[in-house]
């Protein structure tokens, strides 16, 4: 009892528009606290992901074929899937992938499917030894709906403009429901 007239005696001894402030202030608190969601493990078990684990697709880089461009060459690969954008190599650190018949693959997660499926496509940098970089493109676009897929998107060099007629590139990827397939 001797202590809350501490705190009372204490607490008259302030001017009445502080003391206002004190209680609304603690009003606010006690009311945050009371009224805010809890997390707790129901909760997180009913919060779904974007797309459901058995549901998600991938899209796997199985490979480069350069077609013109000397031993030694490295890539930067640009994807589109639904306006979802994906880069390989994705290891932090490393900008440019040499290219050759051992070369990383690489698995990326898909955003879900549109009414029509996965609209695909694809763009390339290429670094020749002599650093000079090409930029290899095409206006293709792969439309995917049916699951498991395997495919090659072809890419032409553009020069100043111009795209060549022949093949500079091709990309070798499927898409499936196992990363690791």
């Known amino acids: 009892m001797e202590t ?3 705190v009372v005696k204490f607490i008259t001894s302030y001017p009445v528009w502080a003391r206002v402030l004190v209680v609304i202030s603690l009003s606010v608190v006690v009311l945050t606290l009371s009224l805010a969601p809890r997390s707790t493990a129901d909760t997180k078990a009913k919060e779904a992901p974007l797309v459901e684990k058995d549901d998600a697709s991938w899209l796997i880089v199985d490979g ?3 077609y013109g461009y000397s031993r030694g060459a490295q890539i930067k690969l640009h994807i589109d ?5 994906f880069v390989y190599p994705t290891l932090e650190g490393v900008e440019w992938l040499g290219v050759g ?3 990383a693959s690489q698995q990326f997660p898909l955003p ?3 009414r029509d499926g996965y609209e ?3 763009q390339m940098d290429i670094r020749s ?4 970089v090409y930029d290899v493109r095409s206006v293709r676009k792969v439309f995917v709906k049916d699951i498991p897929f395997r495919g090659k998107y072809d890419l032409h060099t553009v020069n100043r403009g111009v795209r060549d007629p022949g093949i500079s590139a091709a990309v070798r990827f499927h898409i499936g429901k196992d990363p690791n397939e």
Request: avoid cysteine.
């Open 129 to 132: 030894q002599g650093g000079a």
């Open 120 to 122: 695909i496509q694809m």
């Open 4 to 6: 809350f007239d501490a």
């Open 81 to 85: 899937v639904n306006g979802t954008k």
């Open 101 to 103: 018949p051992t070369m």
């Open 64 to 66: 480069v074929d350069l």
């Open 112 to 114: 879900r499917p549109g």
